[in-house]
């Protein structure tokens, strides 16, 4: 009994995060950038005739230079979610 609550106590922890370490990209960026981009973010500045971003390239370039304002440290897998997720609602840029 002993063995099975000390198996149980360790891989409890792992079963709890693996939905938010499955999620999927677009929907990881979605989340990173409601808690670290939205507050100064509104939607109108995706829509704006003077985008920042013209191309996908661009896109990101400021996705890390305001992470990197932030001092947020985000890794590149990160950026790239964040990428994914805006690329998806508002740019539709192609690859």
């Known amino acids: 009994m002993k ?3 000390r198996v149980l106590s360790t891989l409890l922890p792992l079963l709890l995060l ?3 370490a499955t999620l999927a990209d677009s929907e ?3 989340l990173l950038y409601a808690n670290h981009c939205r507050s100064c973010h509104e939607s109108n500045v995706h829509i704006r005739q003077t985008q920042a971003a013209q191309s996908l390239k661009a896109l990101r370039a400021e996705v890390v ?3 990197e304002a932030l001092v947020l440290q985000w890794r590149s897998e990160d950026v790239g979610d ?3 997720y ?3 609602t508002w ?3 192609a690859e």
Do not use: D, K
């Open 18 to 20: 693996y939905p938010v």
């Open 82 to 84: 964040v990428v994914e």
């Open 91 to 93: 740019y539709h840029y």
């Open 28 to 30: 990881r960026g979605r």
């Open 86 to 88: 805006l690329n998806a």
């Open 65 to 67: 230079r305001w992470q």
């Open 3 to 5: 063995a099975t609550t």
